[in-house]
């Protein structure tokens, strides 16, 4: 059964506001780097460091002995978390809006509902919990506004947003499996799947983008800080989180994202606030509120 703490509640928040700062460091690294070699070395760096960490715990993974169906899952998990959505992502934002990529990111949430139900035990879709995570939704696509779902006109646009919509769905399916894993060590697993992952996006890298390009030191820089913060410590803070308090409560930061988002952008690069801010906080909080009753009621006290 999942367990809802305060401390899920500070995870959820942290990473919420890390990955809404992220597209902001993302647009500066992009300045002097390709898409695909961006995602590579931002996994890369990541790898690095959580492999060392993990070899400073002794290289602990599973308690059981790994068997072939855990290690076909972990495989899956690892390819799904990062590699393949970074790269659907980065494909798909060629032709798409960025205001659809935000509204294809928030429905993860919506995709883990039905997953969650069937495959994770605990994880049952109430009309409440369902009610909520729609409302939620709603809140971001207010959010977001006119560009949630208006045309660029590129004949690849209909690719171009199935490819956000399966980087949506490769996020929530990772988050379900994730959490139906045997017990394991959270760091090994972290380091396991970026990994994984890793290997796949330089090798993806290397097939579309050739060999990688001469940056300089800024974005050098950037992509170390992409690396090691909402990679590394994101990713960790995720695998934690889904662990614990399972993958519904987790896909909640998909809502948090755009509204960090647009705060920072206007805090940051003086971007405006959209009119309908307010708005759509309280559509999303009233969302979370209700698809997290129980966990806000035993949180403060009310059994």
């Not at 009309?127 to 004949?155: C, Y």
């Not at 410590?233 to 409560?249: E, K, N, T, Y």
Request: contains cysteine; aromatic residues 8%; positive net charge.
């Amino acid at each position: 059964m999942p367990e809802i703490t305060g401390k899920s509640w500070v995870m959820v928040g942290v990473l919420g506001l890390v990955w809404g700062a992220t597209f902001l460091v993302i647009s500066l690294a992009l300045g002097g780097i390709t898409p695909f070699w961006l995602a590579a070395a931002r996994i890369g760096f990541a790898t690095v460091l959580m492999l060392a960490i993990w070899g400073l715990r002794g290289f602990r993974l599973f308690d059981a002995p790994l068997a072939s169906r855990t290690l076909f899952n972990l495989i899956v998990i690892g390819a799904l978390s990062s590699a393949v959505p970074f790269m659907l992502l980065s494909w798909g934002l060629q032709s798409v809006t960025s205001g659809f990529a935000g509204v294809s990111m928030a429905a993860v949430a919506l995709m883990v509902l039905p997953l969650a139900h069937f495959m994770v035990p605990g994880e049952r879709l109430t009309l409440r919990k369902g009610l909520g995570f729609v409302i939620g939704f709603f809140g971001v696509v207010l959010l977001i506004g006119g560009q949630a779902f208006e045309t660029t006109g590129n004949p690849m646009e209909p690719l171009g947003r199935l490819a956000c919509l399966g980087a949506a769905g490769c996020y929530a399916l990772s988050s379900v499996q994730m959490r139906g894993l045997p017990r394991v060590d959270p760091i090994g697993l972290n380091a396991v799947t970026l990994l994984i992952g890793a290997v796949i996006v330089i090798v993806a890298a290397f097939w579309v983008e050739g060999a990688p390009p001469v940056t300089d030191r800024n974005t050098v820089l950037i992509l170390i800080f992409l690396g090691l913060v909402p990679t590394a410590g994101a990713s960790l803070l995720r695998v934690l989180l889904i662990r614990s308090a399972g993958p519904v409560f987790m896909s909640l930061v998909n809502y948090q994202v755009p509204v960090w988002s647009v705060i920072l952008g206007a805090l940051i690069l003086s971007e405006p606030l959209p009119p309908s801010l307010l708005l759509a906080l309280s559509l999303i909080l009233c969302g979370v509120a209700l698809s997290q009753y129980g966990a806000l009621r035993r949180l403060f006290g009310g059994g």
